[in-house]
T-cell receptor, first 115, second 114 residues
Framework: GAGVSQTPSNKVTEKGKYVELRCDPI?????LYWYRQSLGQGPEFLIY????????DSGLPNDRFFAVRPEGSVSTLKIQRTERGDSAVYLC?????????????FGPGTRLTVT | AQSVTQLGSHVSVSEGALVLLRCNYS??????LFWYVQYPNQGLQLLLK??????LVKGINGFEAEFKKSETSFHLTKPSAHMSDAAEYFC????????????FGTGTRLQVTL
């Protein structure tokens, strides 16, 4: 079946602009995660949803970052007033439900470049 | 808080040689430990996971890892490297209970030479 998909695959934007990154999880997966991977680093947790609600947003770096999942499926990560330091690959993952025994399946990521 | 440390950002082995990628963890609760592989321009793929059952865990593509509590280690091994194993490898830890986020190490890039 289809895996996790993310659009766009690449996004170049100017400093100060607003961007939206989209994640389509595996059908039926209720848990959805966002991670950010900076160059030469491992992925860092941003936020995760169980259904429509954000269960843990402790990884969001500041209030310029916001994510939604209004219908419990597709999620959008929104970044306001982008800064060059926001340049990274943004990864989305989904799992059947939250809980440590459930595997997280990752999408290919969106590479964001802020110029 | 939980964390993992991967020793060696780059490892180079000859085709057919043993692969050993090191990971040490820090956790105040019994950890769940994972190894992921990332090929260029692709997402992370789970290689194997330790979930407090057998300490020797076998994964895909001939990889295995051994959980050693006394050494707080979870090193990844493969007896014989193949050219297709060249990729970035990440060790990750996840707490028990409902906390679901993965905490990753900085990664080890494996190069396989002829």
């Amino acid at each position: 079946g289809a895996g996790v998909s993310q659009t766009p695959s690449n996004k170049v934007t100017e400093k100060g602009k607003y961007v939206e990154l989209r994640c389509d999880p595996i059908s039926g997966h209720t848990a959805l995660y966002w991670y950010r991977q900076s160059l030469g680093q491992g992925p860092e947790f941003l936020i995760y949803f169980q259904g429509t609600g954000a269960a843990d947003d402790s990884g969001l770096p500041n209030d310029r970052f916001f994510a939604v999942r209004p219908e419990g499926s597709v999620s959008t990560l929104k970044i306001q007033r982008t800064e060059r330091g926001d340049s990274a690959v943004y990864l989305c993952a989904s799992s059947l439900t939250a809980g440590v025994s459930y595997e997280q399946y990752f999408g290919p990521g969106t590479r964001l470049t802020v110029t | 808080a939980q964390s993992v440390t991967q020793l060696g950002s780059h490892v180079s082995v000859s085709e057919g040689a043993l692969v050993l990628l090191r990971c040490n963890y820090s956790s105040s609760v019994p950890p769940y430990l994972f190894w992921y592989v990332q090929y260029p321009n692709q997402g992370l793929q789970l290689l194997l996971k330790y979930t407090s059952a057998a300490t020797l865990v076998k994964g895909i593509n001939g990889f295995e890892a051994e959980f050693k509590k006394s050494e707080t280690s979870f090193h990844l091994t493969k007896p014989s490297a193949h050219m297709s194993d060249a990729a970035e490898y990440f060790c990750a830890v996840r707490g028990t209970g409902t906390a679901s986020k993965l905490t990753f190490g900085t990664g080890t890039r494996l190069q396989v030479t002829l």
